[in-house]
């Protein structure tokens, strides 16, 4: 019986070629400084987007070489987006990418951009703005559909493995984030203000989908915040959506999570209070989902104002002490670093000039300006000063990067029923809003140097980019215009640029490769992934 | 290759020639209105909206764009650009970045997923019928009274053309209140249904917005503003008359402030310097490597911006940027109000 045991020893064999081309996401590389992987939306926990890689860094960098691109090119025009834009980060676990738009995932051989698999969904509504990007655990990739089912998904064959509906569409939420894998979790937050959702995160069993815990942003009767808010009622329609991932300490078993704008978005007359845990940093822990500190950036927000900016953790040492800190640069144009084990605060002030606040209360939160909120004949302040776009922090430079815009617009209030609700008011542009690329000095707040993107009109804020850094001294970015930029970190001078067919629109990731640095950047529905020429890594 | 004899400093390529009428469209923005939508949702900023959905927003326009001949990347971007261009990327235009925010109201609903839209003349046979039967409870725009509001109830949102609320309305929920409204007609029911999501429509699709009456100031406190201020460039009897003809109060308001940049009056211009060279016109784009220029020829100049090139910007609405973050609201509205009276 010689031919069965040889069919045997075939299989045998072919099993473990499979075993060994199963991409599989080693656990212990979550949450360690990405260098030959990048297998979370920030890369690790830190949300820092800091790269400890330095093969390209300032005296190499203008040599950077276009070694492939991928463009999606079969989805075209989606309900209301024209053109398909990567606003997802890439993760690169094992040699291969996999990135996403709304309703699509792609993997990608990351040598060659040649596409391995592909995934679609057909949604039944919801929000076609964007999506982030994926979470991944063992060989499991999790993604959101808009209309707010987390679908699980093989990563090495793109095959559906379970779906679950976290949330209903016709409620107007939907769901755009990356989910967040920390440890046997699968963290998911969700959308929506057209029709004053109440907000929640929530977190999933990675092997079946199930419920792990519920937090809601806004509290229920009886509960601590609901003083806050002016009845049950208002609360249990406040938003408060949880669009973007957060960021986790281990030691502390806590996450960190931005929390989005109040609801009605501009109408505030039926919510007097500061709504919380609207528009405010939140640590919960991370078995439970309960509520350990919060820090509220933007009270009581009457412009739209999302607080989902990455809280990025920083560790320093202050007075020759080691801290453990959080740092965000606000969509209200605040910056705020915080002692992330109580939420207490070192620094809060202003990155770009507001005209909205009247200081900071004793806990260091902002202090709106009541005379600046929407009015029927107009009122004038600023435009979100940034957005969901990656920000990063180096510990290198000490600096907290951000690309923030500077402008006003006139706010009107639409509704002025005692009891608004949705948006209830609009936001009238001035048109000469002007891009900056920051460097923060997260000591003071202060901004260290900045960069004025050149731009004839005023700067769209609707796309990216996010920021990289590296401990080559190099942050890598893009304008609005076209441009893949690489700027010295410690002095903002511009090294290395490449035209693009398109804005940078996603947050820009690096990783070690078979010993080569490649960076990788999306613009509009295109990759590109860079490594330095040859003889820029000093081979001839 | 740059032609021998032009620097690598300078690189200025004449791209082509368009008449100046045939570009003028390239950078003129719409007025900043009303009928544009808010932002398509917290996730995008508040900037979006005013974004003009056409060409020409963000950098070249297309015809311009397309003017340039394949292969100019190899001419006019960085050295590092053109060697790393694999085959085919190179003829790639610079495109606009965003796509502009959907205008329409059934746009916006298509993008928001807000469902089937309601029917607007059902609504109307409907709106009697609920303030009858049902504004005493629910509030006259269903927002809530002693009774829920109805428009973030789950049947009302799950509902698609009455087939749930009719039937519940028959029935009612007497155990918690709720009487039958078995007495109405099937058609009745279903009316108050879609007057219900016509409701929902009006909250949630920022597609049907519109802007009130705005002009609540003082036109005589308005009048003293502008004669301290404006009266140096601008003239009671000339260019500040009927504007309020022209534009309604939102946009008059936003274009007393900021004025489109319509016409060459009011566009940037720039001179620009290299070692060899200096060039004056109409900007066309800039960023932070190239500087577009139409020059008064007709003629476009690209001029790459390598050091030792200086550009220098004229922008005639210097001080209408100069207002903004910086006039008072009480002013702006005041002066508003004013301008509404000079017919």
């Known amino acids: 019986m010689k031919h069965p045991r040889v069919v045997w020893q075939v299989l045998c064999l072919a099993a473990l070629l499979s075993t060994a081309n199963a991409n599989q996401l080693d656990a212990a590389t979550l949450g360690q400084p990405p260098t030959t992987s990048w297998p979370t939306f920030n890369g690790d926990y830190t949300g820092d987007r800091f790269s400890s890689l330095k093969q390209i860094d300032t005296s190499n960098v203008s040599s950077l070489q276009l070694q492939w691109s991928y463009r999606i090119t079969e989805v075209g025009a989606q309900r209301g987006a024209p053109v398909p834009v990567i606003k997802s980060t890439p993760l690169l676990v094992n040699g291969t990418l996999y990135f996403t738009i709304p309703n699509h995932v792609y993997a990608a051989d990351a040598r060659t951009g040649a596409t391995l698999w592909s995934y679609s969904w057909a949604d039944e509504g919801g929000h076609l703005v964007g999506n982030r990007g994926l979470g991944m655990y063992q060989s499991w990739l999790y993604f959101l559909g808009p209309d707010d089912w987390v679908i699980c998904v093989d990563s090495n064959t793109g095959k559906e493995r379970w779906r679950k509906q976290i949330a209903d569409a016709r409620l107007q939420y939907f769901t755009t984030t990356a989910p967040l894998v920390v440890r046997n979790h699968v963290l998911v937050g969700v959308g929506g203000d057209a029709m004053d959702i109440r907000g929640f995160l929530v977190s999933l069993d990675p092997e079946t989908g199930d419920v792990q815990w519920k937090w809601w942003s806004t509290p229920g009767a009886g509960e601590p915040g609901i003083e806050s808010w002016p009845s049950v009622d208002a609360a249990m329609h406040g938003g408060g959506g949880t669009w973007l991932p957060g960021t986790y300490d281990p030691e502390l078993n806590l996450i960190y999570w931005g929390t989005g704008n109040t609801n009605p978005v501009f109408a505030g007359q039926g919510r007097k209070g500061a709504n919380l845990y609207t528009t405010s940093i939140v640590a919960l822990n991370l078995d439970t989902g309960k509520l350990v500190w919060h820090f509220q950036v933007s009270p009581h927000d009457t412009h739209d104002w999302d607080n989902t900016e990455m809280p990025v953790l920083v560790d320093t040492n202050i007075d020759g002490r080691p801290r453990k800190l959080l740092a965000q640069a606000a969509r209200n144009g605040w910056f705020v670093v915080l002692d992330r084990t109580n939420g207490k605060v070192l620094v809060s002030t202003p990155y770009v000039k507001v005209n909205w606040a009247k200081g900071v209360d004793k806990r260091g939160q902002p202090i709106p300006d009541p005379a600046v909120q929407p009015t029927v004949s107009g009122s004038m302040t600023i435009i979100s000063a940034t957005n969901w776009m990656s920000p990063s922090y180096s510990p290198a430079t000490g600096l907290f990067y951000v690309n923030a815009v500077e402008g006003f617009g006139i706010y009107y209030l639409l509704d002025t029923d005692p009891k608004p609700s949705g948006y209830g008011g609009t936001v009238n542009v001035l048109g000469t809003n002007t891009r900056f690329l920051k460097a923060i000095d997260v000591n003071t707040g202060k901004v260290r140097w900045q960069h004025e993107y050149s731009n004839l009109n005023g700067a769209p804020a609707t796309l990216g980019p996010g920021l990289l850094s590296t401990a080559g001294n190099l942050v890598f970015t893009g304008d609005d215009q076209g441009n893949l930029i690489a700027f010295g970190a410690d002095q903002g001078e511009i090294l290395w640029h490449f035209r693009a067919s398109a804005a940078q629109s996603n947050g820009p990731i690096t990783y070690l490769l078979d010993g080569k640095q490649w960076v990788v950047l999306a613009a509009g529905d295109t990759l590109y992934a860079y490594t330095l020429a040859p003889a820029a890594r000093g081979i001839p | ?343």
């Open chain 2, 1 to 343: 290759m740059p032609p021998k004899g032009v620097t690598a400093a300078i690189r200025a390529v004449l791209v082509c020639v368009l008449l100046a009428s045939g570009s003028a469209d390239v950078l003129a923005q719409p007025p900043h209105g009303v009928q544009v939508p808010p932002s398509p949702d917290a996730q995008t900023p508040s900037t979006a909206q005013v974004l003009p959905p056409g060409p020409g927003a963000q950098t070249l326009s297309p015809s311009t764009a397309q003017a340039l001949p394949p292969g100019a990347g190899t001419q006019t971007p960085s050295p590092s650009t053109a060697q790393a261009l694999p085959p085919g990327l190179g003829a790639q235009t610079p495109s606009t970045a965003a796509p502009g925010p959907p205008r329409s109201a059934q746009a916006v609903r298509e993008f928001l997923g807000l469902g089937p839209a309601p029917d607007g003349e059902a609504a109307k046979r409907g709106a009697p019928v609920y303030a009858a039967n049902c504004s005493f409870c629910h509030g006259p725009q269903a927002r809530g009274a002693e009774g829920p509001s109805l428009i973030y109830s789950e049947l009302v949102l799950k509902d698609q053309h009455g087939t749930l609320i009719a039937d519940f309305l028959r029935a009612g929920r007497p155990e918690k209140g709720m009487p039958a409204f078995a007495t109405l007609t099937d058609e009745q029911r279903k009316d108050v249904a879609e007057f219900l999501h016509q409701q929902v429509e009006d909250v949630a699709n920022r597609g049907t917005f519109q802007i009130k009456n705005i002009v609540l100031g003082n036109p005589k406190k308005g009048a003293r503003y502008v004669a301290a201020h404006c009266l140096g460039c601008h003239s009671l009897t000339g260019d500040l008359r009927g504007l309020a003809e022209k534009w309604r109060p939102a946009d008059l308001q936003h274009n007393w402030i900021m004025p489109p940049r319509t016409g060459d009056r009011r566009a940037i211009t720039a001179t620009v310097h290299a070692p060899q060279a200096t060039w004056h016109g109409r900007v066309e784009q800039i960023d932070d490597f190239r500087v577009v220029l139409l020059e008064g020829s007709g003629q476009f100049v690209v001029v790459v911006r390598d050091a030792g090139v200086t550009v220098e910007l004229h922008d005639p609405l210097a001080p209408h940027v100069a207002m903004i973050g910086n006039l008072a609201d009480s002013d702006m509205i005041n002066v508003t109000a004013y301008l509404e009276t000079l017919q």
